[in-house]
């Protein structure tokens, strides 16, 4: 016999999937609940960055940014490169940390994080195996242009806030010195993200 009858091979027990640390990404064993905003973070010319909304989850919330670009006056070349400064991608290598886009967030007690500081040896972790200070990570995104010339660029950007903020006010910055953008910060409200986060259910709920 050259293959194993199938029978047996239905047997076997399926390989466990390794469980995603909750500190990189959001489960996806859970809902998660959408938290509504209307804010515009920064606005040039030929950029708009908005925060439409915020999705909660019991170990962390995930902000899902909004970068409109147009061309308008700069030239081809400009515009590619304004779109590459944005966040590393499979076309693009990573950009200058002096010239790409940078997000962060300040709590009331001053803690600090910002998506420059999770790279690498930056990350220390305590004894447990488990980042010592919050985190906040780039997601897995894409980008897509739309229309003729004058281009426009539509660009959703996910970022990984761990762990649930405190239930209090705090800031989210941005930066882009190569698209011109100054230091713009927000006020969130961290008890609304805090409260939806207690309405987040799992998919499938676990069986005694």
Same mark, same amino acid.
């Given at each position: 016999?050259?293959?194993?009858?199938?029978?047996?091979?239905?047997?076997?027990?399926p390989?466990?999937?390794?469980? &995603?640390?909750?500190?990189i990404?959001?489960?996806?064993?859970?809902?998660?609940?959408?938290?509504?905003?209307s804010?515009?973070?920064?606005r040039?010319?030929? &950029?708009a &960055?908005?925060?439409?909304?915020i999705?909660?989850?019991?170990?962390?919330?995930l902000?899902?940014l909004e &970068?409109?670009l147009?061309?308008?006056?700069?030239s081809?070349s400009?515009?590619s490169?304004?779109?590459s400064?944005i966040?590393?991608?499979a076309?693009?290598p990573?950009?200058s940390p002096?010239?790409?886009?940078?997000?962060g967030?300040?709590y009331?007690?001053?803690?600090?994080?910002?998506?420059?500081?999770?790279?690498?040896?930056?990350?220390?972790?305590?004894?447990?195996?488990?980042?010592?200070?919050?985190l906040?990570?780039?997601?897995?995104?894409?980008?897509?242009?739309?229309?003729?010339?004058?281009?426009?660029?539509?660009?959703?950007?996910?970022?990984?806030?761990w762990p649930l903020?405190?239930?209090?006010?705090?800031e989210?910055?941005?930066?882009?010195?190569?698209?011109?953008?100054?230091?713009?910060?927000?006020?969130?409200d961290?008890?609304?993200i805090?409260?939806a986060?207690?309405q987040?259910?799992?998919?499938?709920?676990e069986?005694?």
């Open positions: 016999m050259f293959f194993e009858p199938l029978s047996n091979l239905d047997k076997s027990a390989s466990p999937e390794p469980k &995603i640390p909750d500190w990404a959001p489960p996806t064993d859970e809902t998660g609940v959408v938290v509504t905003t804010l515009i973070l920064a040039t010319p030929n &950029i &960055i908005a925060l439409p909304m999705r909660s989850y019991r170990t962390g919330c902000m899902e &970068i409109i147009r061309q308008g006056d700069l081809a400009a515009f490169d304004l779109r400064s966040h590393p991608t076309l693009h990573e950009p002096a010239t790409m886009m940078r997000l967030v300040r009331a007690d001053g803690t600090k994080v910002s998506t420059l500081l999770n790279r690498g040896k930056m990350v220390h972790f305590s004894e447990d195996g488990r980042p010592s200070s919050p906040l990570s780039w997601q897995p995104t894409g980008d897509q242009l739309h229309g003729s010339a004058p281009y426009l660029g539509h660009n959703t950007m996910k970022l990984w806030l903020p405190p239930a209090e006010p705090f989210l910055g941005v930066e882009w010195p190569s698209g011109g953008i100054e230091l713009s910060v927000a006020e969130l961290g008890a609304v805090e409260s986060a207690q987040s259910v799992p998919y499938w709920p069986h005694p």
